[in-house]
């Protein structure tokens, strides 16, 4: 069994690297190796998997459909592998983790570098960006994004329970007519946070329905950070995350309007790309950060 294993890896190991040669120094095995094991399974199927040339490799139409299933095998042999690994040992290794720029600054910072000082084995490279991120493309193991979740291709779990505030400074609400309902603020200044899902149609709920209102206003920028020095200046109205809004509230410095009729059910979430193992690393790491936000719950 070991020795056919052997031969089924070779063989996905020359094409995923493009030729024996290559293969050799990418896996650290020796090309007349790779070559016998090769030839051994194709005698043992009694079928070619592969055309060689000096030049070229490629598969065969039957060596297309060996290669589909033998790499789904040996993946989900190497996943059982690793799940046992996770099961008995300490977590290490590095973790790629994405999170918007503020929140990584302000809230997140604490709670992942206590997560360190436990598994002192991990290492982070802590990606703080107010961009959309791709996870598979850029090799990030797992992003904190609060939002729902809405990519198919990616799986999340819920770490805290999180709410937004619309405020604007006591001045400016002093020199106009407060809003009583969401569609006043289609006639008032809006300062527009472009990273903020919708943009410039701001959600509520009414009645158990969600409303889209469309808002504009004398400013536009892409960091919730600038939109509150915005706001406090006294340019119009907010959306800001409450672990933003509220330190300005309670200094007195923003004014939370149109309480009932804030969206409820966003969540901060760790998503990761849909894979059938995840790593003990990241699987530690994101109970941590429920575990951290449950004691220190996001305001």
């Avoid at 090309?31 to 490629?58: C, F, I, P, W």
């Amino acid at each position: 069994m070991t020795q056919d294993l052997a031969r089924i890896r070779a063989f996905v190991q020359v094409f995923d690297a493009g030729g024996f040669s290559s293969a050799a120094r990418q896996f650290g095995r020796s090309k007349a190796l790779l070559s016998k094991y090769v030839t051994d399974l194709e005698d043992y199927l009694g079928v070619r998997l592969m055309n060689r040339t000096t030049r070229k490799l490629s598969l065969t139409e039957a060596g297309e459909a060996y290669y589909r299933e033998a790499s789904s095998l040996l993946q989900q042999l190497d996943d059982l592998d690793a799940t046992i690994t996770d099961q008995t040992s300490e977590p290490r290794g590095a973790v790629r983790v994405s999170a918007p720029r503020n929140f990584g600054e302000s809230t997140l910072a604490p709670a992942i570098f206590e997560f360190l000082k436990k598994c002192p084995k991990v290492s982070l490279d802590l990606r703080l960006e107010d961009r959309y991120v791709d996870l598979v493309d850029e090799g990030v193991d797992v992003a904190l994004r609060i939002s729902t979740l809405a990519d198919s291709s990616l799986i999340a779990r819920k770490i805290a329970d999180m709410h937004v505030v619309v405020s604007a400074s006591p001045d400016f609400l002093n020199s106009i007519e407060v809003p009583k309902h969401p569609e006043d603020l289609r006639h008032l200044p809006c300062i527009v946070d472009v990273n903020l899902q919708g943009q410039s149609n701001w959600r509520f709920t009414e009645g158990g329905k969600t409303i889209s209102v469309p808002v504009n206003g004398p400013v536009r920028v892409n960091s919730p950070l600038a939109a509150r020095t915005a706001a406090v200046m006294g340019l119009g109205f907010v959306v800001l995350p409450s672990y933003l809004a509220e330190p300005k509230v309670a200094s007195g410095e923003l004014v939370p309007v149109l309480v009932d009729f804030l969206p409820t059910g966003q969540t901060l979430q760790a998503v990761y790309p849909h894979r059938r193992h995840l790593a003990g690393k990241v699987r530690a790491l994101i109970d941590h950060l429920v575990d951290w936000f449950s004691v220190h719950p996001i305001s």
